[in-house]
């Protein structure tokens, strides 16, 4: 197991420890755990409320506020229920840029029933930065959030 795989079993296990029914605590959590753990330039949560993904916690720069179903990285992952792997956002049709800064991109959906309750959203500053090993751990970080919280609409 290399560096960053061992980083990400770590989180997955503190993700467990630092389980919390109420949403908002816990992705401020998780968000803070990622950010630190692996110095990601942005870091957050948002989350489906009626027909739009509102913020929630995060750590970087500030962000957009609200993204519509199907738009930019967040909503098209929402749309699909999948996880997408951006490894530049000049190349991704209607991103939606909240800061020219962000290169490349990871989103993962939380899901509980098979629909989406929020979405876990990952920034880096430099291209080509998330791939599917990425893509497999936070996934399963995803469905152990999925497991602890409750998430009103």
């Known amino acids: ?17 630092l389980a919390d029914t109420d949403a908002i605590a816990y ?21 489906v409320k009626a027909d739009v993904l509102v913020l929630g916690p995060f750590q970087g720069p500030l962000a957009c506020t609200r ?3 199907g738009k930019g990285v967040c909503g098209t992952a929402w749309k699909s229920k999948h996880t997408i792997v951006v490894p530049d956002v000049d190349q991704f049709e209607g991103h939606i840029a909240c800061s020219s800064l962000s290169k490349s991109e990871i989103v993962v959906p939380i899901l509980q029933n098979n629909e989406v309750m929020a979405v876990l959203d990952i920034d880096s500053e430099y291209p080509n930065a ?11 970080l995803a469905a152990v959030m999925a497991r602890h919280i409750h998430f009103e609409q």
């Not at 197991?1 to 420890?17: G, P």
């Not at 998780?30 to 870091?43: E, K, T």
């Not at 998330?130 to 399963?140: P, R």
């Open 67 to 69: 993204i519509g179903f």
């Open 27 to 47: 992705m401020a959590n998780i968000a803070a755990l990622l950010h630190s753990q692996f110095s990601f330039w942005w870091v957050g949560f948002y989350r």
């Open 130 to 140: 998330f791939d599917e090993e990425d893509a497999v751990y936070l996934e399963q």
């Open 1 to 17: 197991m290399n560096k960053r795989q061992n980083t990400y079993q770590e989180v997955l296990q503190q993700a467990v420890a």
